[in-house]
């Protein structure tokens, strides 16, 4: 019988075994079922990230072939020129937008965190003095009790033992005073040395974002920037056109036959080579961009973008001080992506 247990094990311990082995299996088909459920999600994420390449691979290979029939045919050729010269001419004034914008944006951040960095290193300084002239205070009452005690000492040598009798316990409180001022001296002026290596190893504020008076200012320049470059191309209507080109497909406009093509091309290359040699205009940005902000209007008192309807007037300085006034919705209509470059 003993032979039979060692061989087969009690007959108590089999349930519990089983029970036990029970209970992995059924943890084990857990992890299985949602490991596998994993795997199905991430297939069909997978399934559909395939569909949306095929979907925009079939898009481009259908642009390019409504591309290639255009430039095969002999009226639309030369528009197909055209509308890829002013959607460069629409990307490029976006760029000169993009990179104005972010110029003016840490310039401001730059001497704002200059002024708070001078703010900081001045109550620095101050706070680092006044800890200075405390332990040279502290030093020097050191040295005053320390002459104290010496003189006191000094004094109860010299007594005679009558006197020494009968005043040695008025000393000795005396002469513990004394020694207790010191100490406390001692630990003040440790403190005050531990604060001064704490006020020398602190670590500079980082940079601050702009608060929203600063925010406006930026965003008056930038609207003035965009009205100095629409006003620039508005001969022609070549600012309307690249817009156009900008947001529609190659195909949309026919801009004429062959010789209306490259008159339109010469007059869009002359006008933004005369923007890149044009003297600097920082003064007329200055000017227009006050007159922008007397007129801004804004949602609530936390905005820092205008309403649209409010800066959709467009000023145009003369050499002699004169202002001509005209409509020109630039931030409504999200000219070069404005509503994504203005600082909020």
Avoid at 224 to 246: N, P, S
Avoid at 266 to 290: I, M, P, Y
Avoid at 302 to 323: F, H, K, M, N, R
């Amino acid at each position: 019988m003993t032979s039979l247990t060692a061989i087969f094990g009690s007959s108590q311990e089999k349930p519990a075994e089983e029970s036990e082995k029970l209970l992995n299996l059924y943890w084990n088909r857990a992890e299985l079922k949602k490991e596998f459920a994993e795997l199905r999600k991430e297939q069909l994420r997978l399934q559909d990230r395939i569909k949306q390449q095929e979907g925009a691979r079939a898009r481009s290979e259908q642009k390019l072939d409504h591309i290639e029939q255009l430039l095969l045919d002999r009226e639309w050729v030369y528009s197909v020129l055209v509308h890829y010269q002013f959607r460069a001419l629409n990307l490029r004034c976006q760029s000169k937008l993009e990179k104005f914008a972010e110029q003016l944006k840490q310039q401001r951040e730059q001497r704002q965190h200059s002024r708070l960095l001078s703010d900081w290193n001045a109550r620095l300084q101050k706070e680092k003095e006044d800890i200075e002239r405390g332990i040279r205070e502290q030093r020097m009452r050191i040295q005053l009790l320390e002459d104290r005690l010496q003189a006191e000492r000094h004094r109860l040598v010299m007594m005679n033992g009558f006197v020494r009798f009968f005043r040695r316990r008025s000393l000795t409180v005396t002469l513990d005073g004394i020694a207790g001022e010191i100490e406390a001296a001692h630990a003040e002026e440790s403190r005050l040395l531990e604060s001064c290596a704490e006020v020398t190893n602190r670590q500079p504020p980082d940079t601050q974002g702009l608060d929203i008076p600063t925010k406006r200012m930026i965003n008056f320049m930038i609207l003035a920037f965009a009205q100095q470059i629409y006003l620039h191309f508005r001969e022609d209507e070549l600012v309307t056109m690249a817009k156009e080109a900008g947001e529609k497909s190659v195909g949309a406009i026919n801009y004429g036959n062959k010789k209306a093509c490259f008159e339109l091309i010469a007059k869009l290359h002359k006008r933004a080579d005369n923007f890149e040699s044009a003297a600097s205009f920082a003064d007329t940005l200055q000017k227009r961009a006050k007159l922008i902000s007397e007129t801004a209007r804004f949602g609530a008192s936390d905005e820092a973008v205008p309403a649209p309807d409010s800066v959709s007037t467009a000023y145009e300085l003369g050499e002699s001080g004169s202002v001509s006034k005209s409509d020109a919705d630039l931030l409504g209509r999200n000219y070069w992506n404005l509503s994504d470059i203005l600082s909020r």
